[in-house]
């Protein structure tokens, strides 16, 4: 568990189910993120569960002021074949996370990812540590940049956007020396 001002990442409930469906079926969530808004209940559950399995650094975050799951937040294994154009170091760590709409444009997302980043970078000792972003997805792009993120390449037409039209996807990188440097 991991725990800021205003926000507690920690394993996946069973009772966060209800706050976890109120996400996935958000119609400008799981698109942005690169898979579809959920339309079933129970294929929702299902990939919860899924992952929740196979997932050791896979937090849910929970907004303290409403004691709401709101959002998710991955650190995972980078693969250095991911990105034909990118020379991925091994072992490096790759970030992933989503927020219920309702959430965005409060900064929660900010400060989620800079809970995890001193935890890899300073529990972990992780090296590198990579996020992208769809090029539309605009929002997410600001986030990685404010933490200090770097662009380190670009993929074209990498996924198809909310509406349908390809959008490329951007790759940025922070270093351990770079965290500890401005930190």
Request: hydrophobic share 40%; proline share 4%.
């Amino acid at each position: 568990m991991l725990e800021t001002e205003r926000l507690i990442l920690r394993n996946f409930k069973p009772t966060d189910i209800e706050d976890y469906w109120e996400m996935v079926q958000m119609p400008n969530v799981g698109p942005r993120a690169g898979w579809p808004a959920y339309t079933e209940y129970d294929k929702a559950v299902e990939r919860l569960e899924k992952v929740q399995c196979v997932t050791p650094n896979l937090f849910a975050i929970v907004y303290k002021p409403d004691n709401k799951m709101v959002g998710s937040i991955e650190l995972m294994d980078c693969k250095v074949d991911r990105y034909s154009n990118l020379d991925i170091e091994a072992g490096a760590k790759e970030i992933g996370f989503v927020l219920n709409e309702k959430y965005w444009g409060k900064g929660i997302m900010t400060e989620a990812t800079k809970a995890v980043l001193e935890y890899a970078f300073e529990v972990l000792n992780v090296e590198n540590i990579y996020i992208g972003n769809a090029r539309a997805n605009i929002a997410s792009g600001r986030v990685q940049e404010k933490l200090g993120f770097k662009v380190v390449g670009e993929v074209k037409n990498y996924r198809i956007w909310v509406d349908g039209t390809p959008t490329d996807f951007i790759e940025r990188k922070m270093t351990r020396v770079e965290w500890l440097k401005n930190k």
